[in-house]
């Protein structure tokens, strides 16, 4: 953000008049007005008339000096700079003792972006005249610039010092604040500025920046406001407006702020990037991407707007689109760390872990205190099954952010696959702590207090998931578990029902319900169950395990078969499926197959005991 404006450079009035010596012509007389500033011009005009005073051979040294000072000013004005150096230097030349011109020539020199020499300039003034306000300013400035924001504090200070009611100074001093992060500074001297200049629209613009960056976000739409009433033909400030706005979810009002920014100034690239924020919040995602893809037009080494563009595709679902402009975003940006961790996000969700994984990892090396990438990277090394591992990236995010209450979900869960109930119970309390009415939380300790063994425990959880939460279906099916657990087979169906009323296509709950139907002998009710649960997820292979084995006890042995060898068929490693085809085999009297099934179980899970008293009692084992 640049300044308002460095402090103009200062045209001199003539220290001696040597009209008592050499009559004036009338002409003279006027172009000596212009030259010092007395009378109105434009820049040309203003060259004009130092020329001619320059050529009459009336003015010697001070007053020559002067006069080229003042010409210098002109140029400067007018654009041309190597003049204005020239005549600066020339003024110096005849006056080396001229604080202004060395002052002035370090101006053209910052504008330039030549902040060394315009600081050796400015301190040359200095020396030769302590006491001008305006001379410590513009060194600030050029402080600032090279960030040097200390020393250029210290400068504003003493221009402060000199004149109390600098405004310009505060502004500036302002700016460097906000630069530093020190906001409540920064608000304040914008503050300062605005109370001896209330017309200063740049003041209260950048004002409502800080207090935007400091969240107060409704005093920011206020000063915004206010600058748009004495600037109604600032799109910047619309543009600004309309973020803040958009941060307090008044999406259609910033909306508006957006239109009239790119409406004021076409070109405006931001306006066209923030419209789209906008747009995807909206999600009208097609509209979104069009004006990204506007930025991407004025600008194309708009990163960001490759970024946000990628972020559109990837919620439309077109994951490919989304990589190559999060991959272009890179491509411009290597060290851009948000980049790095969307396409991740894309890379997961394509179904590409070890990509999302690797673009994770170099998102926390850019950035290694980005908390929302440990807290993603720890996910997938957790569906890896890389407890160790996922838990680790927890802990660091937590380290980092232990107010973010989802990772203690995250990392009870890791903890609880891992086998450890207690260290798993423990982050799902503290989650609780953090926000009682997390129902989730609720949920996930009840599922680890079941494992546990603590059923009754489990379901005074699932009773407090579904207080919060009376549409859980899942806390409903996973309570009806429970229950069964405790053979209450009647509270396990009424909750079974529930969720199915809350889910009508929930294959799980049809599936659970059965299993409760049949531990109550009520077959043709529990293979509807089981039936509908297939219907619904026709690879469902719990379904068909306990549907098979239904089939089998009703003396159905090939519907057994059939259901048994599609679990197989999808999950060759299901040491499970294997006894249930072995005992299915062996009351068919086929001996040689129940054995084969039965030491394929005992080879997948060495644990499988009822394989193995059946291979022994074929004579197998």
């Known amino acids: ?134 001379t410590y300013m513009r060194r600030a400035n050029a402080l600032d610039e090279k960030g040097e924001r200390q020393r250029a504090i210290a400068d504003y200070d003493q221009a402060i010092r000199i004149n109390p009611d600098y405004t310009l100074a505060y502004f500036n001093r302002a700016v460097t604040f906000r630069r530093l992060g020190q906001l409540d ?70 909306l508006a702020d957006f239109d009239q920014a790119v409406k004021l100034d076409a070109k405006l690239t931001i306006a066209y990037n923030n419209r789209g ?57 290597p060290n851009y760390a948000i980049a790095f961790y969307n396409r991740a996000t894309a890379y997961r969700r394509k179904g590409e872990p070890d990509r999302a994984l690797a673009d994770y990892s170099e998102a926390l090396r850019l950035d290694p205190n980005y908390v929302a990438a440990y807290g993603e990277r720890g996910l997938i090394t957790y569906e890896k099954k890389d407890y160790d591992r996922a838990i680790a990236d927890f802990d660091q995010a937590l380290r980092l952010d232990p107010k973010q209450v989802i990772l203690y979900i995250d990392r009870g869960n890791a903890w609880d696959d891992k086998g450890d109930r207690d260290h798993a119970i423990a982050d799902y309390s503290e989650a609780l702590r953090r926000d009682p009415q997390y129902a989730a939380a609720y949920y996930n300790r009840a599922i680890a207090y079941r494992r546990k063994g603590e059923v009754d425990r489990a379901i005074a959880d699932y009773d407090q998931a579904i207080l919060i939460n009376p549409k859980y279906a899942s806390a409903y099916n996973n309570r009806g578990i429970a229950y069964e657990d405790k053979r209450d087979y009647d509270r396990a169906i009424v909750d079974y029902n529930e969720a199915i009323k809350l889910e009508p296509n929930n294959a799980v709950a049809y ?50 078969l059939t259901d048994i060898n599609k679990v197989i068929a999808s999950d060759a490693r299901n040491a499970s499926a294997y006894g249930r085809r072995g005992q299915i085999f062996e009351w068919l009297g086929q001996r040689d197959k129940a054995m084969a099934d039965f030491r394929k179980a005992i080879e997948l899970d060495p644990g499988a005991q009822e394989a193995a008293d059946a291979l022994k009692r074929l004579g197998g084992g």
């Open 277 to 333: 924020l906008v747009r995807a919040d909206k999600k009208d995602f097609d509209r979104a991407i069009a004006d990204y893809g506007q930025a991407i037009k004025l600008d194309p080494k708009y990163a960001a707007a490759y970024n946000n563009r990628g972020n559109a595709f990837d919620e439309k679902g077109d994951r490919t689109r989304a990589i190559a402009d999060y991959d272009q975003a890179i491509k411009l940006d």
């Open 185 to 254: 500074r920064a608000i304040a001297d914008f503050s300062r500025a605005l109370k001896l200049d209330p017309g200063h629209a740049a003041a209260y613009n950048l004002r409502g920046l800080s207090l935007y960056e400091s969240g107060a976000r409704e005093g920011a739409v206020a000063d915004y406001t206010e600058a748009i009433r004495l600037d109604p033909n600032s799109a910047a400030i619309y543009n600004n407006r309309g973020n803040a706005l958009r941060s307090l979810g008044e999406l259609d009002k910033a």
């Open 1 to 134: 953000m640049m300044r308002e404006k460095y402090a103009p450079a200062l045209a001199a009035t003539l220290l001696l008049c040597l009209c008592n010596a050499i009559p004036l012509h009338a002409q003279s007389a006027q172009d000596e007005k212009i030259c010092t500033g007395g009378t109105p011009a434009n820049a040309e005009e203003q060259v004009a008339a130092c020329t001619a005073l320059i050529k009459s051979g009336r003015y010697k040294d001070q007053n020559l000096a002067i006069i080229h000072n003042n010409r210098g000013v002109a140029y400067r004005d007018g654009g041309k700079t190597d003049e204005a150096l020239a005549d600066y230097g020339e003024a110096i030349r005849l006056n080396p003792s001229y604080a202004r011109a060395f002052a002035n020539r370090g101006t053209v020199y910052f504008e330039r972006g030549d902040f060394d020499r315009a600081i050796a300039e400015y301190d040359q003034s200095l020396r030769l005249d302590p006491n001008i306000a305006a």
């Open 511 to 560: 599936n659970n319900r059965g299993n409760a139907f049949r531990a109550k002998n009520d077959v043709e009710r529990a293979l509807a169950d089981y039936d509908r649960a297939i219907t619904l997820k026709p690879d469902y292979g719990l379904a068909l395990f306990n549907r098979s084995w239904l089939h089998h006890l009703a003396g159905r042995s090939s519907e057994a």
